[in-house]
């Protein structure tokens, strides 16, 4: 004898057995909150999908660096006499330090070196000289950018300001 478990048995008029039993189907609310989980897991991963595409965007379009071009002016003696190609012009006397070997340096708001760079070249004549340089590779991110010639102490710019160009002078 074989037990069944639920109704119990019936036959139709061609002898086959027929066990009713309860629905599987789930009830009338369940297929709604399967449609919404499945909706908001959608939603969810396609968020994900949208930030992160906007995130690698950002990425590609602001590298994580850029340079600081400028020129600084010169006023006082000069001198024009033993310069390499593309500098007709350097300090002498007390400023003797602004040649073409002179350091440009970045700083952050800490004093923390970031980068390093040089004049490119100069122009000029007798009691002025424009020095050209450019200061590659500097990290985004600081509060401030110190930049510095030949030791002669800083000054500070944005990085909004840095990256569109500095220009300094010094002399009489």
């Not at 003696?77 to 007390?94: D, H, I, M, Q, Y």
């Not at 070249?121 to 110190?146: A, L």
């Amino acid at each position: 004898m074989t037990a069944l478990l639920g109704p119990e048995p019936s036959s139709d008029p061609l002898g086959t057995t027929v066990v009713d039993t309860p629905s599987t189907q789930p009830s009338g609310k369940r297929p709604f909150w399967i449609g919404l989980s499945a909706g908001v897991a959608a939603t969810a991963a396609a968020v994900g999908i949208a930030f992160g595409v906007v995130t690698a965007v950002r990425a590609a379009s602001a590298p994580g660096s850029f340079d600081i071009t400028g020129m600084i002016t010169l006023t006082g003696k000069t001198t024009s006499s033993g310069l390499p190609t593309g500098f007709t012009c350097a300090g002498a006397g007390g400023y003797s330090d602004l040649s073409s070997s002179a350091a440009v340096t970045v700083s952050d708001e800490s004093g923390t070196l970031l980068a390093k760079g040089h004049f490119t070249g100069s122009s000029g004549s007798s009691g002025y000289c424009i020095f050209d340089f450019t200061v590659t590779d500097v990290p985004r991110g600081s509060k401030f950018y110190e930049v510095e010639i030949a030791h002669r102490g800083g000054l500070s710019f944005t990085e909004a300001e840095a990256e569109n160009g500095v220009a300094l002078s010094l002399g009489d």
